[in-house]
């Protein structure tokens, strides 16, 4: 005889209200239960899932949709804060470049994703190419010195 599940109806986890028992069961035979999201999407889940301790790794708090979302979410942050430390980075080494390169590279954006954010096509991040080079970089393209030493040989 199976057992009874404990009624879990109206309990929360995170977004997620548990509304109403599946007839579906785990192979350990724990019961799965309808969750409505505070989106409003549905989630089955199984009882082992709904836990309070967010520390657990299977714990469910959302529907797949918002799951996904906020996954996204949190790899746009890093991203950010990334690009955050990277540009930084380069105003703290370009400042010890000051006099001993071109003004003009000073005034190039930091990275590559700030000059895409400013319309640029070159940046400088006060940094040597795998060659040793101190330059500006185009976007997607890397080191401009690089880049004129390998058109160099075409026009002569
Ligand atoms: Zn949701
Ligand atoms: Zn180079």
């Not at 989106?39 to 889940?45: D, T």
């Not at 797949?64 to 105003?91: F, M, N, P, V």
């Not at 070159?122 to 101190?134: A, D, N, S």
Request: charged content about 30%; aromatic content about 6%.
């Amino acid at each position: 005889m199976p057992r009874k599940p404990k009624n879990r109806v109206g309990e929360i986890y995170g977004k997620l209200t548990v509304i109403r028992l599946s007839s579906r069961r785990t192979t350990a035979g724990n019961a799965y239960w309808w969750c409505l999201c505070s989106c409003g999407k549905e989630r089955e889940v199984s009882s082992d899932s709904l836990s309070k301790n967010s520390r657990k790794k299977k714990s469910v708090t959302q529907c797949k949709k918002c799951a996904q979302e906020s996954t996204l979410k949190g790899l746009y942050k890093k991203i950010d804060h990334q690009e955050k430390i990277r540009r930084a980075t380069a105003t703290k080494t370009r400042s010890l470049l000051e006099g001993k390169v071109p003004k003009d590279w000073l005034k190039l954006p930091l990275t590559d994703s700030h000059a895409r954010e400013l319309g640029k096509k070159h940046f400088f991040r006060g940094i040597k190419c795998l060659k040793g080079h101190l330059s500006p970089y185009r976007i997607n393209g890397g080191c401009l010195e690089c880049a004129s030493q390998q058109q160099k040989p075409k026009h002569s």
